[in-house]
């Protein structure tokens, strides 16, 4: 049901959201899958901390992105009427 209220609501942001996530995804399954983790002390590249850094960046990003499509998602976006019936 969200899906459809977010694609009635917004059709073009969210294959843009969806894009992006799965863009994200990937991407952090990347950076995970390269980085030393004997070299944790090395501070250029995806090694150690920078690479862990960039990995909690990107799950930020993806918080954010769900975020989004939940925003979009939901069915009445305005506030409630004033004075409450």
């Not at 995806?46 to 499509?69: D, H, P, Q």
């Amino acid at each position: 049901m969200g899906t459809r209220t977010a694609l009635s609501n917004s059709r073009w942001i969210t294959f843009a959201v969806l894009a992006v996530g799965v863009w994200l995804m990937a991407t952090w399954f990347s950076v995970f899958g390269r980085i030393d983790w004997s070299a944790l002390d090395d501070t250029i590249g995806t090694y150690g901390y920078s690479g862990l850094v960039g990995l909690v960046v990107m799950a930020v990003a993806i918080g954010l992105l769900v975020v989004l499509y939940a925003e979009l998602a939901e069915g009445e976006p305005g506030p409630d009427t004033f004075p409450p019936e």
